[in-house]
């Protein structure tokens, strides 16, 4: 058995328009229109000469991580992961903060409380 083990065609996007005309976006062949009379425009030789990678594959390229293979080798792959760990972790320690900051209050305000409490009419300026 030979061949891409999904199909011949490999879906990564549809949209059927207003009128019931059906696009299928292939990962490799782009944009195809299942009404075989109603073509999809097609596209420029002069883009097509001075384009030597689809936008689509810069666009996978980045989104996968490998644009830094040529960086770090075969250790691309941790970058994706990587990222979207530290992220997680900046945004647990964030939250954890600002929780701890409105659940300890400072000791300006704890000053302030202590004055109000104790009816002392002494400033405190150092605060």
């Given amino acids: 058995m030979e061949g891409p083990p999904f199909g011949n065609i490999s879906v ?21 229109t299942t ?16 384009s030597p990678i ?3 594959n810069v666009k996978l390229e980045i989104h996968t991580g490998r644009i830094f293979q040529s960086l770090v080798g075969d250790y691309y792959i941790l970058i994706v992961p990587l990222v979207g760990l530290f ?10 903060v600002w929780w701890l900051r409105k659940k300890i209050p ?12 104790l009816r002392i009419s002494v400033p405190f300026n150092n605060f």
């Fill in 54 to 56: 689809s936008l689509w």
């Fill in 106 to 117: 400072s000791p300006v305000v704890q000053v302030r409380g202590l004055r109000k409490l």
């Fill in 35 to 50: 009404v075989p009379r109603q073509g999809l425009a097609p596209m420029t030789p002069e883009i097509l000469e001075k």
């Fill in 87 to 96: 992220s997680l972790v900046i945004l647990i320690t964030g939250f954890l």
């Fill in 12 to 32: 990564a996007g549809y949209i059927q328009q207003s009128d019931s005309t059906e696009i299928i976006f292939d990962y490799s062949i782009g944009a195809i």
